[in-house]
T-cell receptor
Framework: ETGVTQSPTHLIKTRGQQVTLRCSSQSGHNTVSWYQQALGQGPQFIFQYYREEENGRGNFPPRFSGLQFPNYSSELNVNALELDDSALYLC?????????????FGSGTRLTVV | GQQVMQIPQYQHVQEGEDFTTYCNSSTTLSNIQWYKQRPGGHPVFLIQLVKSGEVKKQKRLTFQFGEAKKNSSLHITATQTTDVGTYFCGREDGGSQGNLIFGKGTKLSVKP
């Protein structure tokens, strides 16, 4: 079974630009969550998608938006990038009724805003 | 949802010593999950605890869930250099398969 894959692995953007990050969930997983992890900090919950609908959102502004596709893959879009958006963006997938299997994380996209 | 509090923030041990990290919540938790993140890596799921007073073991790792379901601990016996990393606890906000909210983690370094 394949794990969670994210692309790209690294990205450099200029302040004010827009970025799209992509995530393919683990086979059999229908729920995808996105996290922002600043250096030395814990992952901060951005939002979660289940059956192509947003299923919860953390304390992030509307310029952070997402999509989930019928194959359960997902995108994270960030508009009007700010310097503080520089972080590791992690995608995690799981399935409803995990039975204690937790979330499977991808290796992340390292975004640098200059 | 409220963040869970983890202590200590950092722990430096000599190889062979034991290590414990604690996770505390002001509200009752439906479950608690533990993850390990190696330096430069991503979080990897270790275990989920659901029942009051639950104790689970994975080789040298022992996980406990408090009787009141407001705290949890991870204990590593006889640490090895491979245990290096940051250990996070996470609570599911809104019940099962809800949004996973992490603590700030405990960073463990092990001196050989």
């Amino acid at each position: 079974e394949t794990g969670v894959t994210q692309s790209p692995t690294h990205l450099i953007k200029t302040r004010g630009q827009q970025v799209t990050l992509r995530c393919s969930s683990q086979s059999g997983h229908n729920t995808v969550s996105w996290y922002q992890q600043a250096l030395g900090q814990g992952p901060q919950f951005i939002f979660q998608y289940y059956r192509e609908e947003e299923n919860g959102r953390g304390n992030f502004p509307p310029r952070f938006s997402g999509l989930q596709f019928p194959n359960y893959s997902s995108e994270l879009n960030v508009n009007a990038l700010e310097l503080d958006d520089s972080a590791l963006y992690l995608c995690a997938s799981t399935t409803s009724g995990t039975g204690g299997l937790g979330y499977t994380f991808g290796s992340g996209t390292r975004l640098t805003v200059v | 949802g409220q963040q869970v509090m983890q202590i200590p923030q950092y722990q430096h041990v000599q190889e062979g010593e034991d290590f414990t990290t604690y996770c505390n919540s002001s509200t009752t938790l439906s479950n608690i999950q533990w993850y390990k993140q190696r330096p430069g890596g991503h979080p990897v799921f270790l275990i989920q605890l659901v029942k009051s007073g639950e104790v689970k073991k994975q080789k040298r790792l022992t996980f406990q869930f408090g009787e009141a379901k407001k705290n949890s601990s991870l204990h590593i016996t006889a640490t090895q250099t491979t245990d290096v990393g940051t250990y996070f606890c996470g609570r599911e906000d809104g019940g099962s398969q809800g949004n996973l909210i992490f603590g700030k983690g405990t960073k463990l370094s092990v001196k050989p």
